[in-house]
Every structure is written in structure tokens, then in C-alpha cells.
């Protein structure tokens, strides 16, 4: 039996109104030229969120506008250069089903080693432009964190969004998927960012 046919708590229902939620937020929001590899603020853990403030909203609408400028699925502070734990997403599951919502200071659960099923898809990410590596990572994944307003919230995903909920909680940790890679593949990553064209701002990192 799955995991999430066993797991009884409340779950936020991340799929009602996905268009309107996201287009809400996007359309009141700005958009930030993406951070890559190399830039301190990805390579370090992010400051909690503690003021659920106008400050907040407006971050997360810059980011969604970001992300959907970027045909992104998910994209967390740091990728607009913002030091704070917050990440949005915008992704479907295995089932064609769309998430949108929004997770602060997010921890991703530990799966009891049974219940470790490794999907070994294809990750990009926006930070690494252009570039693709096969990363083996659990097909469920459940989140705890926040809402905008403080709110306890528990987020669950399988298939590609399970993916795009640890990818986004790694990112607020100061982890790229790089970091997962051998160092063959790291290179083979970053050879193919070297080689490619972003359709999107960037920012320049400092060298
Ligand atoms: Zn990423």
C-alpha cells in the first residue's frame, strides 16, 4: 500500500483553484532575474521566516511572476537572491493533477526505509540553466512548514512534484542538485550549463 493511503493527518489541498491562485499572484507580482551555481546565497542555509508580514506576500508574488517567466515548476528565495526560507511551486504530480502553493521554513520528513521507492528521472534546475542529470530521489515526499500567515501546513507529492518538494526544501539548505551527483556527472552538468543560452534573466555572478 502507498504511503499517503496510510498517512491520516490533514494535508493541504495544494490543487483547488491552481490557475487562479497562481495567475493572482503572478499578475500582482514582479519579475527577479534568476541566481546560478556559484552564487553564495545558493550555497548556504537560508534565515528562517519569522515576520509573516506584506513583506512576505510580495516576495512570494515577485516569485511566482519569476517562475512562470522562467517555466519553472517550483523556485525558492535564494533563486531571486533573497536569504529567507520560503519556496513556491507550481508542478504536477505523476497523475497530470497541478500543484500550486507556497512553503515556509520547510522540512522534508524522513520515509521509513520500507516505504523508499527511487524514481530515477531527469532534474534541471533553473540555478544550473540548460542543464539535465538523471538524480534517483523517493517518488513521496511530505513537507511541514508554514503558510503566508504562520499557519502549520503539511504537504505531500508524488512522482515529479515529490521531486520538485525536495529539490525546493534542499535549495533553503544551501543544496543544489549538483551536489547530489557523482563528480563526473557535476561536470557533465555544468559543461552543458557552460554551453547553453538561459531564456531567461540571469544573474552574473561575481568572479
Ligand atoms: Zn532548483
Same mark, same amino acid.
Given at each position: 500500500?502507498?504511503?499517503q ?6 494535508f493541504i489541498d495544494d490543487t483547488q483553484d491552481a490557475d487562479e491562485r497562481e495567475r493572482a499572484h503572478r ?36 516569485m511566482f511572476?519569476?517562475q512562470r517567466?522562467a517555466s519553472g515548476v517550483g523556485l ?11 519556496f513556491v511551486y507550481d508542478c504536477e504530480d505523476d497523475e497530470g493533477v497541478r500543484h500550486v502553493g507556497v512553503v ?13 521507492? @527511487?524514481?530515477?528521472?531527469? %532534474? $534541471?534546475?533553473?540555478?544550473?540553466? !540548460?542543464?539535465?542529470? *538523471? ?6 515526499a511530505?513537507v ?11 504537504v505531500r507529492g508524488t512522482g515529479y512534484f515529490a521531486r520538485c518538494l525536495?529539490h525546493e ?20 552538468? @555544468?559543461?552543458?550549463?557552460? %554551453? $547553453?543560452?538561459?531564456?531567461?534573466? !540571469?544573474?552574473?555572478? *561575481?568572479?
Open positions: 500500500m502507498a504511503e493511503e496510510t498517512d491520516e493527518r490533514e499578475e500582482r507580482g514582479t519579475v527577479r532575474p534568476i541566481t546560478v551555481v556559484g552564487n553564495p546565497v545558493l550555497h548556504r542555509e537560508c534565515a528562517d521566516v519569522t515576520e509573516f508580514d506584506e513583506g512576505l506576500a510580495a516576495l512570494v508574488d515577485d511572476a519569476s517567466a525558492a528565495a535564494n533563486q531571486v537572491g533573497v536569504d529567507l526560507k520560503v515556509c521554513n520547510p522540512v522534508l520528513e524522513e520515509l521509513p526505509a520500507d516505504r523508499r521507492v @527511487l524514481d530515477d528521472n531527469n %532534474e $534541471g534546475c533553473l540555478s544550473v540553466p !540548460t542543464a539535465y542529470a *538523471e538524480l534517483a530521489r523517493p517518488d513521496y511530505v511541514r512548514g508554514q503558510d503566508t500567515s504562520g499557519k502549520p501546513v503539511l525536495q526544501t534542499d535549495h533553503l539548505y544551501g543544496r543544489l542538485y549538483l551536489d547530489r551527483l557523482s563528480k563526473r556527472e557535476r561536470k557533465n552538468a @555544468l559543461k552543458q550549463m557552460a %554551453e $547553453g543560452t538561459p531564456r531567461y534573466e !540571469t544573474v552574473p555572478n *561575481e568572479s
